[in-house]
């Protein structure tokens, strides 16, 4: 069993930045891959950033530029630092990671075996 922890969401104004955080513990010593989520009130959960499965790091369109995503696997943390922060971003984060799932994209959520709890981002105008 895998458990994955978000943190690091909170409000700010357009144009700003923040920088999630998911702690991964439990079973972290196979392989797998790891990715962030969102999902807004009334829509679908989207991929926002995700490693596929060469291990290359990939970003939905729209956050090209503007978020990042990185990895520290000594401490089985993964990062997305969100800067340019736009109001129809506000959503709540997830952190998925997937183990033993293939033949998905990356921002398919079928790939994913576990989830996050969410974390809460809200960008104001």
């Known amino acids: 069993q895998v458990q994955l922890v978000e943190s690091g969401g909170g409000s700010v104004q357009a144009g700003g930045s923040l920088r999630l955080s998911c702690a991964a513990s439990?079973?972290?010593?196979?392989?797998?891959?790891m990715a962030w989520f969102r999902q807004a009130p009334g829509k679908e959960r989207e991929g926002v950033a995700g490693?596929?499965?060469?291990?290359?790091?990939r970003y939905t369109d729209s956050v090209k530029g503007r978020f990042t995503l990185s990895q520290d696997n000594a401490k089985s943390t993964l990062y997305l630092q969100m800067n340019s922060l736009k109001p129809e971003e506000t959503a709540t984060y997830y952190c998925?990671?997937?183990?033993?799932?293939?033949?998905?994209?990356?921002?398919?959520?079928?790939?994913?075996?576990?989830w996050g709890q969410g974390t809460q981002v809200t960008v104001s105008s």
């Open positions: 998925a990671l997937s183990r033993g799932r293939t033949g998905y994209s990356w921002a398919f959520v079928e790939r994913y075996n576990y």
């Open positions: 439990g079973s972290t010593y196979s392989a797998y891959y």
């Open positions: 490693f596929d499965s060469d291990g290359i790091t």
